[in-house]
């Protein structure tokens, strides 16, 4: 290992380390961050710059801002005024009410916030405001400087439309399509039908998945039309769409670009993101395990000339989609910082928010493409406050009652804006965190991101890491086998958690037996045990009944130390613990395998649940005569579902299509439910009257939440 010279202002070892089985050398940065940029701090800067965001990527931009010695500004709503941006900023204004309309959309505001605080520049982090070319433009009529690309930039590549011509005439390769504006659905259906189905319906100022559909027919492009021009005036406040070729089963493949202001632009290599649930990306990762040199450099090279061709200067990112056959296809450009942005800092070395400021203050790019790198690989999840059983992912709202993110990890990065007690709500982005994982090389990326997903504490929300731990383990997705249909072909009838195997199965079950019988003989254990005579002896054995699912299983437990013995369908097993149960980590090992467990819940009826594998199931543990005469209790019958309409997420109702009295046939939609800007169509679950309405438009509703009974 040779050490690299580093600022000793950041506190943090740089090592290089090579290994024989690796051609490439790697970085192992002893930090939380994962990159190893140096900062200067003889050059001049901005002295104080305001972030018009909110949640982690605010806090990303703060982080790097007091590295290089910048005073921040937080802006936040009245819902925010507590959150973790707003406490690590030098200065906070608030700028609205919750609703981002009345906040962080809020031009006016946001406007009279740089005055009050005297912030010479703006970042305005990714969504919101950061391709917005009119508060560009209001920032340079005072003045203060915009850290991404100027108002031609942000016009040229923001318009879906106007891009798509640009890139033509850059030599990009484009999807064909219809270029211009779709007036209304009888168009939207002609021109699908001379481009040919499948079409894409796509908001012409969008962009993360929002105002998108996919049709195959006329009757989807008509409700698509709807839905996507909804989203669109919902989220840009611009309802354009335009319509172009789907390319079926591609992989979402973007390029990270840098340019300055000199004329000098890079390809930072490209990040793979074809992972995604309803067009909005879940797991990503850098380099790709798809592209060649060849492509790379082609790709790259058409993202730069794109770039020059609308003297672009900042950070940015050109989407592609890629074909089986490595064929590319100019998607949309990004003319801001991306979510994902993490995983190419970590396999460059760059801290890209540190470029997007240089960049701004007028300085020219210290690199070369030849300096350039690809060191190790880098593979990011994002965690939402999400239910992933519903639809891959619905919202979820709630208060963090306990949350500890894996850092002790090596090679663990996490970019997170909320702490324990933070409150996530209906307001804005369920996104928890992104956790990004570091290794030599793709297998040590993937194992880290296994054992981080397995650590982190999440309580108070339902979230999704059950989703994307099975994405990172599964057979096609360490191949590399993916496209952006992964997960609906992976899981056709909706994700249903992990599958146990027989022996796992054994596990968890062990695990759980051992878990309920420590954690009786701690409540039994008494500070003085001589006050308290009629206090049990310690006992040896124990005999169980324990029910996971439909089944139920005998088991007979003994203890010696802190090892318990669990005989199992015929099968012994030792699981061994320091069994803290205080600690919202347990790490057992059953026989030589070692695995981090959480318990959930668990009350004195032995009911349990056990977030094993990242999955949480629910258990129901009882001594053997305890089991005996459970067989007496009556069962609680089900609810009849067909009949009624819940909510199956918390948002706001956008619009309700029937009346009691009316007939409704299967499929048809009662209402539409909008959460987090992202429109849902409800519809009925079989052919009935209406017999009551409970709801109406521009209410707000809770998940489970009655909105319409059936006869």
């Known amino acids: 290992m040779a050490a690299l010279r580093c600022s000793s202002s950041l506190l943090r070892v740089i090592l290089k380390v090579k290994r024989s089985s690796h051609n490439a050398s790697c970085w192992f940065i002893a930090s939380r961050n994962l990159y190893s940029t140096h900062y200067d701090p003889n050059e001049e800067t901005f002295e104080k710059i305001l972030i018009a965001?909110?949640?982690?990527?605010?806090?990303?931009?703060?982080?790097?801002?007091?590295?290089?010695?910048?005073?921040?500004?937080?802006?936040?709503?009245?819902?925010?005024?507590?959150?973790?941006?707003?406490?690590?900023?030098?200065?906070a204004v608030c700028v609205g009410p919750a609703p981002t309309s009345k906040s962080y959309l809020n031009m006016d505001?946001?406007?009279?916030?740089?005055?009050?605080?005297?912030?010479?520049?703006?970042?305005?982090?990714?969504?919101?405001?950061?391709?917005?070319?009119?508060?560009?433009?209001?920032?340079?009529?005072?003045?203060?400087?915009?850290?991404?690309?100027?108002?031609?930039?942000?016009?040229?590549?923001?318009?879906?439309?106007?891009?798509?011509?640009?890139?033509k005439k850059a030599k990009v390769n484009t999807i064909p399509g219809f270029d211009g504006v779709v007036k209304d659905t009888d168009e939207a259906v002609r021109i699908a039908r001379e481009i040919g189905y499948p079409i894409m319906i796509k908001a012409s100022a969008g962009g993360g998945g929002k105002g998108m559909r996919i049709a195959w027919d006329d009757e989807e492009t008509r409700e698509g039309f709807k839905?996507?021009?909804?989203?669109?005036?919902?989220?840009?406040?611009?309802?354009?769409?335009?319509?172009e070729k789907f390319i079926d089963n591609p992989r979402h493949i973007e390029i990270q670009i840098l340019a300055d202001k000199q004329g000098n632009a890079l390809w930072l290599n490209e990040r793979e993101c074809s992972i995604q649930r309803r067009n909005q990306k879940v797991v990503e990762e850098a380099p790709s395990t798809f592209l060649d040199t060849e492509t790379r450099r082609a790709m790259g090279e058409q993202a730069v000339a794109l770039a020059q061709a609308v003297q672009y200067c900042s950070a940015g990112t050109v989407e592609f989609l890629v074909d089986s056959r490595r064929n590319f296809y100019f998607l949309e450009m990004n003319t801001r910082l991306q979510v994902e942005h993490p995983v190419t800092e970590c396999i460059t070395g760059l801290d890209l928010v540190q470029e997007m400021i240089r960049v701004a203050k007028g300085y020219p790019l210290r690199h070369k493409q030849a300096d350039i790198p690809i060191k190790g690989w880098a593979i990011e999840c994002r965690v939402y406050a999400e239910d992933p059983y519903k639809s891959f992912g619905l919202p979820?709202?709630?208060?963090?009652?306990?949350?500890?993110?894996?850092?002790?990890?090596?090679?663990?990065?996490?970019?997170?804006?909320?702490?324990?007690?933070?409150?996530?709500?209906?307001?804005?982005?369920?996104?928890?965190?992104?956790?990004?994982?570091?290794?030599?090389?793709?297998?040590?990326?993937?194992?880290?991101?296994?054992?981080?997903?397995?650590?982190?504490?999440?309580?108070?929300?339902?979230?999704?890491?059950?989703?994307?731990?099975?994405?990172?383990i599964h057979p096609r997705f360490v191949k590399g086998e993916i496209s952006t249909k992964f997960l609906p072909e992976v899981y056709p009838d909706g994700f249903k958690g992990h599958k146990l195997t027989n022996f796992e199965r054994l596990e968890l079950l062990a695990t759980t037996s051992a878990l309920y019988v420590s954690a009786q003989l701690r409540s039994q254990r008494f500070l003085d045990p001589a006050r308290v005579p009629f206090a049990k002896a310690d006992q040896k054995n124990w005999e169980l009944s324990v029910q996971l699912d439909e089944g139920i299983h005998s088991a007979v437990v003994t203890r010696s130390g802190s090892t318990y013995s669990v005989e199992l369908d015929g099968k012994m097993l030792n699981v061994t613990s320091e069994w803290n149960l205080a600690s919202a980590l347990l790490s057992v090992t059953?026989?030589?395998?070692?695995?981090?467990?959480?318990?959930?819940?668990?009350?004195?009826?032995?009911?349990?649940?056990?977030?094993?594998?990242?999955?949480?199931?629910?258990?129901?543990?009882?001594?053997?005569?305890?089991?005996?005469?459970?067989?007496?209790?009556?069962?609680?019958?089900e609810e009849d579902t067909s009949s009624i309409l819940r909510s199956p997420m918390p948002g706001t109702v956008v619009a309700v299509s029937v009346k009691p009295g009316e007939e409704v046939a299967e499929g048809q939609e009662i209402c539409v439910i909008e959460a987090m800007k992202m429109q849902n169509s409800l519809t009925a679950a079989k052919t009935a009257k209406v017999k009551a309405v409970h709801c109406k438009p521009g209410v707000t509703v809770g998940e489970g939440d009655l909105l319409v009974e059936l006869e």
């Open 53 to 91: 965001n909110r949640g982690e990527i605010a806090c990303r931009v703060i982080k790097t801002c007091k590295r290089m010695g910048i005073k921040t500004v937080a802006i936040h709503s009245d819902a925010d005024s507590g959150a973790v941006h707003v406490k690590m900023a030098d200065e």
């Open 396 to 472: 979820s709202i709630g208060r963090l009652s306990q949350y500890e993110e894996p850092l002790h990890i090596p090679g663990v990065r996490v970019d997170s804006g909320i702490e324990e007690g933070s409150e996530i709500s209906i307001y804005y982005d369920p996104m928890i965190s992104k956790l990004v994982t570091y290794g030599c090389d793709r297998a040590e990326a993937l194992k880290r991101m296994e054992e981080a997903l397995d650590n982190y504490v999440i309580r108070g929300v339902t979230h999704n890491i059950p989703l994307v731990r099975e994405v990172i």
């Open 109 to 167: 505001a946001i406007m009279e916030a740089i005055k009050e605080t005297g912030a010479q520049a703006v970042h305005p982090g990714y969504g919101f405001l950061s391709e917005n070319k009119e508060f560009a433009r209001r920032l340079a009529t005072e003045g203060v400087t915009f850290i991404g690309p100027d108002t031609h930039a942000i016009q040229a590549m923001g318009d879906k439309i106007e891009s798509k011509l640009l890139a």
């Open 227 to 243: 839905f996507s021009s909804q989203e669109a005036a919902s989220s840009f406040g611009d309802d354009r769409l335009l319509i």
């Open 590 to 637: 059953v026989n030589d395998t070692q695995r981090t467990i959480q318990c959930l819940s668990r009350d004195a009826a032995g009911n349990m649940t056990i977030q094993f594998l990242g999955t949480a199931y629910k258990l129901a543990v009882m001594t053997k005569l305890a089991a005996d005469l459970s067989k007496f209790m009556p069962v609680k019958a």
